[in-house]
């Protein structure tokens, strides 16, 4: 009688191999609500609705928050185009810290996007350079893993008891390139655990996986003989 292939040590090394592949982490949440919208002086009729929504005499832009980033929607009321600069729109966090953006809708348009007279543009903004979004984004909260810690006690030591963060449109009409600075104010901040990825842990994980079915292979070949 032939020996039994051991394949449940060959599935206990993939387990084994396959933990760890996220982190714990700490990040500080709060709950923030549009305060005020910043524009150059010669902007005409600038005001911000009880809605939330932006307006003034050539467009307007309704700009919401999420856990992985913002919600953008901008309406050209003017006859000309307008053109969105993304590459010099930017986020600025609740540490001050500011960061490019990247829009998630359009992605090979990387310096801007037209937006005709009387068209609406769509997109999605997101730091650049937070975690890869996933499934899981509303349960990792991408957009607070920018600034994690540690341990609980950074985290906390950290938290503020209010702050801001703000989003900047550079937004172009003819020759001129305006800033409309979106501020979103921030109290009632919490720390939470998340879990992040280990991009070390991940690569391990694959090799160990590859090895096993090498592995696998081998002894069926060997005890088929």
Known sequence: ??????????????????????????VNTGGYWLESV??????????????????????????????DGFDLQIKNL?????????????????????HKVMHMKNRDSLSGAIVKGGATCNDFLTPADQPELSEYDDELLPLWRINSYASKEAAEAARPDSS?????????????????????????????????????NMFFAWDASLLSMIILYCLTFIFMQ
């Open 164 to 200: 801001s963060v703000s989003v900047t449109l550079a937004l172009q009409k003819g020759g001129n390139i305006d800033d409309y600075i979106f501020t979103f104010a921030g109290d009632d901040y919490q720390t939470e655990k998340v879990s992040v990825p280990n991009v070390r």
């Open 78 to 98: 003017g006859k000309k185009s307008l053109l969105i600069r993304w590459d010099q729109c930017s986020y600025t966090d609740e540490t001050g810290k500011t």
């Open 1 to 26: 009688m032939k020996p039994r292939i051991p394949t449940a040590n060959l599935l206990l090394l993939v387990l084994f191999a396959a933990t760890g592949c996220t982190t714990t982490r700490w």
């Open 38 to 67: 910043n524009t150059p002086d010669h902007i005409a009729n600038p005001f911000l609705t009880e809605k939330g929504v932006y307006v003034d005499d050539s467009l307007t832009v309704k700009l919401e928050m999420w856990n």
